[in-house]
């Protein structure tokens, strides 16, 4: 026991210790050794945001741009009147005619010979048929027969029915390769390239003696679209004897169009009693 007494304890230079300092120095080191490969991608990274950020602000830039311009021309059209503006242009073209007619007119020289040099003989034959068009146009709208008037209508269902090109090539060539098929047409190549079909023995082209057309089956869009034309014609037919059965049953026609015809039997709910003995003394004076 004394022995151990008697032994002194170690002193704390005899121990192997660090100091803080020179720990948190290790670790930093050891840190910056470990994160500096990582270095140059997170500086490419910032790099990267930094250059779609400026990209993003010049776009908003250009977008803000446009968009006031886009403000500015639709508050102009919208302060612009569009018919003071046809107005306007109308009355300038009638000016220039004007001034030009009378420039020609004291040159000596013809007007419409001056006109004519600024179209082509094609523009001018087409605009004198475009005008002849239009003055027998006019001139028929009246009635003159039931045979015009059935020939009105029929040249009207005619502009009104659109032919279906497609279809007529398609089944055109449908026949083409049948009768090829079973031999009553040759298909000869000229020296072009051309294809051309020949008729040998005469069957294939329709003549008057052809019954092949019986046995074609229309479509059923054609058949619906055929029914509604009869539907509305028929319509129409009642529609025109109704007028006629009432404008027979009112006795002398005296209005114009249908409001010309209210107009006039609301004035003779007022007038009618004042108007009569007129009226009536002026067809006696007609008869006599």
Do not use: C
């Not at 991608?41 to 010049?58: C, G, M, V, Y």
């Not at 059923?220 to 679209?225: D, N, T, Y």
């Not at 509604?228 to 025109?240: M, Y």
């Not at 004897?241 to 114009?256: F, H, L």
């Amino acid at each position: 026991m004394a022995a151990q007494s008697s032994e002194e304890p170690a002193q704390p230079s005899d121990i192997q210790t660090e100091s803080p300092a020179v720990s948190a120095a290790a670790a930093a080191e050891d840190s910056s050794k470990e994160a500096s490969p990582e270095a140059p991608q997170q500086s490419n990274t910032i790099e990267d945001r930094k250059a779609r950020f400026k990209a993003l602000q010049a776009k908003a830039k250009l977008s803000a741009q446009t968009n006031l311009k886009e403000a500015a021309a639709e508050s102009q059209r919208l302060a612009t009147d569009p018919a003071l503006l046809s107005t306007l242009a109308r009355k300038h073209a009638f000016a220039s005619h004007a001034l030009l007619k009378a420039d020609v007119d004291a040159s000596g020289a013809s007007f419409e010979r001056k006109r004519a040099w600024d179209w082509t003989i094609d523009e001018s034959l087409a605009w004198d048929a475009r005008l002849d068009k239009k003055a027998r146009h006019r001139a028929d709208v009246a009635f003159q027969d039931y045979t015009q008037d059935a020939r009105k209508v029929y040249k009207r269902q005619l502009r009104a029915q659109a032919p279906d090109v497609a279809a007529y090539e398609a089944q055109k060539a449908a026949a083409v390769q049948r009768a090829a098929a079973s031999g009553n047409l040759e298909i000869v190549e000229t020296e072009d390239g051309e294809l051309v079909a020949v008729d040998r023995n005469g069957t294939f082209y329709s003549s008057a003696e052809s019954t092949e057309f019986v046995g074609n089956r229309p479509e059923k869009e054609a058949v619906e679209r055929l029914v509604r034309d009869l539907q509305k014609a028929e319509e129409t037919r009642l529609k025109k004897r109704k007028e006629r059965s009432r404008n027979e049953d009112e006795g002398d026609v005296t209005y114009i169009n249908e409001k010309n015809r209210l107009l006039n039997k609301r004035l003779e709910r007022f007038y009618n009693k004042y108007t009569t003995e007129i009226r009536d003394s002026f067809e006696r004076g007609t008869m006599i």
